[in-house]
C-alpha cells in the first residue's frame, strides 16, 4: 500500500511539472512583445504589398497569419482591450451610419432644389429684364 501512495506522488508530481512546463511554453507564446511584433510584421507586409510588392511578399512573410496570430495572441493576454475594441467599433459604427444617413435627405433636397430651378428657369427664360429693358 505504501508503494502505490508513493507512486501517485510520483504522478502528480510529474503532471505539476507538465502542467507549468505548459503553462511557461504558453505564456512564452502569448507574450504581449510577441504578439505586437506579430502585428508590426503583418503591417510591414501588407505597407511592402501596396508599395509594389506582389502577393508572394504577403505570402512569404506569412504577414495575414502572422496578423491573426498576432491579435489572437494580444486578446488571450488583454480581454479587456479586446472589450475597448469592440466598443470603439460599436461607436464608429453608429457614427458611419448616421454620416450616410444624413446624405439621404441632402440628396433629396439637391434634387427638388434642382427640379424647382429648372422648373424656374423654363418659365421665366422668356420674361425680359424689367430693369434692363
Same mark, same amino acid.
Given at each position: 500500500?505504501?508503494? @502505490?501512495?508513493?507512486?501517485? @506522488?510520483?504522478? @502528480?508530481?510529474?503532471?505539476?511539472?507538465?502542467?507549468?512546463?505548459?503553462?511557461?511554453?504558453?505564456?512564452?507564446?502569448?507574450?504581449?512583445?510577441?504578439? *505586437?511584433?506579430?502585428?508590426?510584421?503583418?503591417?510591414?507586409?501588407?505597407?511592402?504589398?501596396?508599395?509594389?510588392?506582389?502577393?508572394?511578399? *504577403?505570402?512569404?512573410?506569412?504577414?495575414?497569419?502572422l496578423g491573426i496570430t498576432g491579435?489572437?495572441?494580444?486578446?488571450?493576454?488583454?480581454?479587456?482591450?479586446?472589450?475597448?475594441?469592440?466598443?470603439?467599433?460599436?461607436?464608429?459604427?453608429?457614427?458611419?451610419?448616421?454620416?450616410?444617413?444624413?446624405?439621404?435627405?441632402?440628396?433629396? $433636397?439637391? $434634387?427638388?432644389?434642382?427640379?424647382?430651378?429648372?422648373?424656374?428657369?423654363?418659365?421665366?427664360?422668356?420674361?425680359?429684364?424689367g430693369a434692363a429693358g
Amino acid at each position: 500500500m505504501g508503494s @502505490d501512495f508513493m507512486k501517485e @506522488d510520483r504522478k @502528480d508530481g510529474m503532471e505539476e511539472e507538465q502542467r507549468e512546463k505548459l503553462s511557461s511554453e504558453m505564456d512564452k507564446e502569448l507574450s504581449t512583445r510577441r504578439s *505586437v511584433l506579430r502585428i508590426l510584421v503583418a503591417i510591414f507586409a501588407f505597407i511592402w504589398f501596396l508599395v509594389g510588392g506582389s502577393v508572394q511578399t *504577403v505570402t512569404s512573410l506569412s504577414g495575414e497569419a502572422l496578423g491573426i496570430t498576432g491579435f489572437v495572441s494580444f486578446f488571450l493576454r488583454n480581454p479587456i482591450t479586446f472589450l475597448i475594441i469592440g466598443i470603439i467599433q460599436v461607436v464608429l459604427g453608429l457614427i458611419m451610419v448616421l454620416y450616410f444617413v444624413s446624405y439621404i435627405p441632402l440628396a433629396i $433636397f439637391h $434634387f427638388l432644389w434642382s427640379i424647382r430651378w429648372f422648373y424656374g428657369y423654363y418659365k421665366y427664360r422668356n420674361v425680359g429684364g424689367g430693369a434692363a429693358g
